[in-house]
């Protein structure tokens, strides 16, 4: 089952005038580079400095019931999930050391001390997960030969980063020179096609497909690579819908299949199949009524906007992560030292 916690919402007095959702929503418009689980550690941040909390037990409470707020206010919270939680675990043992006279935290003036320390390296989160793109360029560099064929989709900023500075030459080590078929998706071809556009301005010579087409291709790819929206507690993956179909693919032609993911991306959701993600996403729509004739029936809910899909850690060669390169089991050890 789908680890997403279900708190009751409270509301705090310090924070009547603070919407922590419009606050996720418009970091995330504001910044193209934010992932969805740093934004959300910002929206917490910044509640935390809307609240007068003076004491741990005040402060764990509010992160609780701002992070259910959060939660219940996006359709598919699976990302941002892990960025709440991580955030409270980094505020747990943060919390648990001791103050600058070695008094404990819980005192209220170290305890001031520790939250004026949390405000002030709110954006330190976000820098950390764009430094992170850059470790992951530079440790899956080798990975990107000469002459390879990499098959990606989507719209995916680190795979966008890695291939990028694959293309470039780096401190006497020269330039790969790779080719790429990109899978467009048409109800994202914006979003693939500038992806598209920047591979070739570095000189890559890009290819793009269809959905459709994915299977035609294998045979030409010497390794699919993908991002991640979120990286599951058993090592697998949730990604943008058609990743998992791409991970069959390259298993049945023997291909190495690549996750380049961001360790804030960690976390302890936990899915058996497809439909245990832990939201609803309405793809499926069963139904024999006809409207009137030349008219398609509109569904009775709509399918979620950015559908995903879950890739087993089974068909994952490897993560390229910013903690160097990992089997899923390494991940799925490293999840549970971070989160447990």
């Known amino acids: 089952m789908a680890v997403i916690g279900e708190l009751p919402i409270r509301d705090n007095p310090d924070l009547e005038s603070f919407d922590i959702v419009s606050t996720y929503h418009k970091l995330l418009a504001d910044d193209p580079e934010l992932t969805m689980p740093v934004a959300a550690i910002e929206a917490l941040i910044e509640a935390l400095s ?39 675990q980094y505020l747990v043992m943060t919390l648990k050391q001791p103050g600058p006279d070695g008094k404990e935290t819980s005192s209220h003036e170290n305890f001031e001390v520790v939250r004026q320390h949390l405000m002030r390296n709110g ?16 440790v899956a560099r080798e990975y990107v030969r000469d002459g390879y064929t990499i098959l990606t989709h989507g719209g995916s900023r680190v ?5 990028g500075r694959a293309a470039e030459s780096v401190m006497g080590d020269a330039r790969r020179r790779f080719k790429v078929i990109h899978v467009v998706n048409d109800a994202r071809r914006a979003e693939s096609l500038k992806v598209v556009a920047a591979l070739r301005a570095r000189g890559v010579q ?23 929206e979120a990286v599951t507690a058993n090592g697998g993956i949730i990604s943008r819908m058609g990743t998992y179909q791409l991970a069959l693919l390259a298993n049945a032609r023997k291909k190495d299949f690549f996750v380049a993911a961001e360790q804030h991306k960690f976390g302890k959701t936990f899915p058996l199949d497809q439909f245990d993600l832990g ?17 398609e029936e509109k569904p009775a809910t709509e399918p979620v906007e950015e559908p995903v899909d879950y890739t087993p850690p089974e068909f994952i060669t490897s993560f390229l992560s910013d903690n160097g390169v990992l089997t899923p089991t390494d991940v799925a050890k490293m999840v549970i030292d971070l989160m447990y």
């Open 279 to 295: 939201f609803d996403q309405d793809i499926l729509d069963f139904h024999a009524s006809k409207g009137e004739e030349g008219e």
């Open 50 to 88: 809307q609240s007068s909390a003076k004491t741990v037990f005040e402060t764990m409470d509010l992160i609780k019931t701002q992070s259910a707020k959060l939660r219940h206010a996006v359709r598919n919270p699976v990302a941002l999930t892990h960025g709440t939680d991580l955030f409270q």
């Open 123 to 138: 954006r330190l989160f976000a820098q950390r997960a764009k430094q992170a793109r850059e470790q992951i360029a530079s």
């Open 159 to 163: 795979v966008g980063t890695l291939l």
């Open 206 to 228: 890009v290819a793009t497909i269809s959905e459709s087409a994915a299977a035609y291709s294998m045979g030409k790819v010497n390794m699919v690579l993908v991002g991640a």
